[in-house]
């Protein structure tokens, strides 16, 4: 990054000198080199704003605008036979000119992702690859924490995109004057800063901002569409607004979901009883996933490690639950045949 900004800087430098010193436009030296920085500038916003386009498009355009330009120049032939008065046959030639290549260079843009540029092979091949190796994180995800133990391994490859506006929201809940609001934003910062030390993961913070767009997570689907990119979240309403606008998701939660044990009617768990349940003699245990197990006849056993029955297992939108039943004449012929074993 510092290598680049060196050699904008003296590109800039450069630019200044020789307008300095060749003075266009018959300006005074000063003017001439604000002239040439100005300009330079522009040429750098161009140049940022280019290179964050894919290569589909960049042809894309590139072929558009040739073609425009021979539209442009076969216009300007039957302009010429024609008896239109010289300075506006003049206009004319230059607005066609203008007028064919802007149309053409964004008409080829638009039309550019149709091109299957990894059927040509050599440089060509990865450039889908690279694009879709991005992932962006949005501020539940990372507020979560859980991103970060899923970086640590392996699972999430390629590029990890942070955007500014990201950023800022973050920076807002850290600084909110709610104590827990502030502790799940600094945690926030934290996991960020974790992930950016991972040798495995490279993080990429952007500038890009929608300023026409107030939602953060609509900022985030034009992001990922720009980017061609997917969205890493645990929000359930910006995964369901993203699939319909066809960006793709990876849901931590759906992630957490699909790693959960399956248990099946009449396996024997064992559990440790937290807390008493709704129900009359229910005990309340919990996996190691944070799945609840739901225990009958299991009150007195609070703060015990017991064998259980799993009796059922629910699937709600928040998860598993299991339910299961002890049976304390079980639990004891268990306990005898394990004291033989250590007898004998």
Request: proline residues 2%; aromatic residues 8%; neutral net charge.
């Amino acid at each position: 990054m510092l290598d680049w900004l060196i050699v904008r800087g003296v590109f800039l430098i450069v630019l200044f000198f020789v307008s300095y010193y060749l003075r266009p436009f018959a300006l005074e030296e000063w003017e001439a080199g604000l002239a040439g920085v100005v300009i330079g500038i522009a040429i750098l916003i161009f140049e940022i704003r280019l290179s964050r386009a894919s290569l589909k498009r960049l042809i894309g355009a590139a072929i558009g605008s040739i073609l425009g330009i021979i539209g442009a120049y076969l216009m300007s032939l039957v302009l010429n036979q024609s008896i239109i008065p010289s300075n506006t046959l003049s206009f004319l030639q230059i607005l066609v000119l203008l007028w064919m290549t802007y149309i053409g260079l964004v008409v080829g843009a638009t039309k550019g992702d149709m091109l299957n540029l990894a059927a040509l092979g050599g440089l060509f091949g990865g450039e889908k690859t690279s694009k879709r190796s991005q992932k962006i994180l949005d501020t539940s995800v990372i507020i979560d924490g859980r991103i970060a133990d899923i970086c640590t391994t392996g699972f999430i490859d390629g590029t990890l995109v942070i955007p500014q506006f990201v950023l800022r929201e973050l920076q807002q809940v850290a600084d909110s004057p709610d104590p827990l609001k502030r502790n799940r934003g600094r945690r926030g910062l934290d996991i960020l800063q974790k992930i950016q030390k991972m040798a495995s993961v490279t993080v990429q913070i952007v500038d890009d901002d929608f300023s026409h767009i107030r939602e953060v997570d609509i900022k985030l689907i034009e992001l990922a569409k720009a980017y061609e990119a997917k969205i890493v979240t645990n929000d359930f309403n910006l995964n369901k607004v993203a699939q319909l606008q066809g960006v793709e998701v990876l849901n931590i939660n759906e992630l957490a979901n699909s790693l959960k044990p399956i248990v099946l009617p009449g396996e024997i768990m064992r559990v440790f009883i937290l807390k008493e349940g709704k129900e009359y003699n229910q005990g309340v245990a919990y996996l190691d996933d944070g799945t609840m197990v739901v225990v009958d006849n299991a009150k007195k056993m609070i703060s015990k490690t017991i064998d259980i029955s799993v009796t059922s297992v629910l699937q709600t939108t928040a998860g598993k639950m299991i339910f299961g039943k002890y049976d304390e004449r079980f639990q004891q012929q268990k306990e005898r045949t394990e004291q033989q074993v250590v007898n004998q």
